[in-house]
T-cell receptor
Framework: NAGVTQTPKFQVLKTGQSMTLQCAQD?????MSWYRQDPGMGLRLIHY???????DQGEVPNGYNVSRSTTEDFPLRLLSAAPSQTSVYFC???????????????FGEGSRLTVL | KNQVEQSPQSLIILEGKNCTLQ??????????LRWYKQDTGRGPVSLTI?????NTKSNGRYTATLDADTKQSSLHITASQLSDSASYIC??????????FGKGNQVVVIP
């Protein structure tokens, strides 16, 4: 069982370049999300989706686009990379509901992005 | 304003010793609280979950407590091992289906 798979693991971009971080999950989770993790800032939500065709902004959405055409895939696009987007990015999925004991987040292994 | 505060930010402990990590939250309404362990270069993995009615829960050498009245949780690590070196992240779920993240406790275990 692969869980959440992210690619690439490492990427170096020049300012202004575009790229897409891929994320796929095989747990049939409706909810998928992207986070960035910076030193001293913790995990911050970029965008999330509660199902195919539905996306919404999180805490730090500027400079990023997402789409959700299938339940399994949730790519994150950087349209014009900036040095401020240098970070480690995590994709995560979970059950939609959080009541009771539900809602465990399953994370990918992370994608380390450097923008020069 | 961060709704989840963790302390200490970082600590160094000797192998075999115990330590306690703290998580204070203001999230309301409360649904559940999870502690995640994040090894260096890896994604976070859930250690324990605490719901409103639970006070204590153990997972091996990890014991989590919850005081819903004071809105505090702790994670106690017993007889620490080198593999316990990691960041421990407290995540609180609210009744309106949102998650609030702490910034993590960085633990370094030295031989």
């Amino acid at each position: 069982n692969a869980g959440v798979t992210q690619t690439p693991k490492f990427q170096v971009l020049k300012t202004g370049q575009s790229m897409t971080l891929q994320c796929a999950q095989d747990m049939n989770h409706e909810y998928m999300s992207w986070y960035r993790q910076d030193p001293g800032m913790g995990l911050r939500l970029i965008h999330y989706s509660v199902g195919a065709g539905i996306t919404d902004q999180g805490e730090v959405p500027n400079g990023y686009n997402v789409s959700r055409s299938t339940t399994e895939d949730f790519p994150l696009r950087l349209l014009s990379a900036a040095p401020s987007q240098t970070s480690v990015y995590f994709c995560a999925s979970r059950q939609t509901r959080l009541a009771g004991g539900a809602g465990e987040l399953f994370f990918g292994e992370g994608s380390r992005l450097t923008v020069l | 304003k961060n709704q989840v505060e963790q302390s200490p930010q970082s600590l160094i402990i000797l192998e075999g010793k115990n330590c306690t990590l703290q998580c204070n939250y203001t999230v309301s309404p409360f649904s559940n609280l999870r502690w995640y362990k994040q090894d260096t270069g890896r994604g976070p993995v859930s250690l324990t979950i605490m719901t409103f009615s639970e006070n204590t829960k153990s997972n091996g050498r990890y014991t989590a407590t919850l005081d819903a009245d004071t809105k505090q949780s702790s994670l106690h690590i017993t007889a620490s091992q080198l593999s316990d070196s990691a960041s421990y992240i407290c995540v609180v779920a609210s009744g309106n289906n949102r998650l609030a993240f702490g910034k993590g406790n960085q633990v370094v275990v030295i031989p």
